[in-house]
């Protein structure tokens, strides 16, 4: 279960009977908004653009509010302290911020792993149908075309010394080509 931003914002405003959207710096205001930060960030995984374009605001008000909060929110307001608190106790943060969905660390790493694991078996399933597609061309010419024993030399050649065998047989054909003429 997740707590919406819309939850957080009707549930501050019915309780301060402040329209957090509205567009003035006066500070209960801007209290009652840090405290929506606050929550916001707590229960929800939204970034702080998120957070803030919900009321009309920035990331960085929204970072300035979470601030504010932290630093005097409990000492200099404790009414509208108890309004977080209040809200905490309702709706613990625990049941709702379920870490569950988000894989740990050793769980990506396995992730990871078998992502690996599965691009090794399609590279290798990607030079066995290479190779048999070169056995095809073989069983077609069928040995009637010198060509053939080319094909079935490469073949034989494994996908990682590929490029080097190309690189080998391209110098050896201009050089063939530059003494024929």
């Known amino acids: 279960m997740e707590i919406k931003l819309d939850f957080i914002i009707d549930t501050l405003q019915k309780k301060?009977?402040?329209?957090?959207r509205r567009n003035t710096r006066k500070r209960e205001y801007f209290l009652a908004r840090a405290i929506y930060y606050k929550l916001a960030k707590e229960y929800t995984l939204c970034s702080l653009?998120?957070?803030?374009?919900?009321?009309g605001k920035d990331h960085a008000t929204v970072l300035h509010g979470i601030k504010k909060f932290n630093l005097e929110m409990k000492k200099y307001y404790p009414e509208l302290y108890e309004l977080y608190t209040n809200f905490k106790l309702r709706y613990p943060v625990e049941l709702f911020n379920n870490d569950?969905?988000?894989?740990?660390p050793e769980e990506l790493t396995a992730i990871v792993e078998r992502i690996n694991n599965m691009d090794n078996?399609?590279?290798?399933?990607?030079?066995?149908?290479?190779r048999l597609n070169?056995?095809?061309?073989l069983m077609k010419h069928n040995g009637e075309d010198k060509r053939?024993?080319?094909v079935k030399l490469v073949s034989e050649i494994s996908e990682d010394q590929l490029p080097l065998f190309?690189?080998?047989?391209?110098?050896?054909?201009?050089?063939?080509?530059?003494?024929?003429?």
């Open 134 to 137: 070169l056995e095809i061309d």
């Open 100 to 104: 569950d969905d988000i894989p740990a």
């Open 49 to 55: 653009d998120k957070i803030g374009a919900e009321i």
């Open 121 to 130: 078996q399609i590279k290798q399933r990607d030079a066995e149908i290479k």
């Open 148 to 150: 053939s024993d080319i």
């Open 166 to 181: 190309m690189e080998r047989v391209t110098a050896m054909v201009k050089m063939m080509n530059t003494t024929i003429v």
């Open 16 to 20: 301060t009977g402040l329209n957090l």
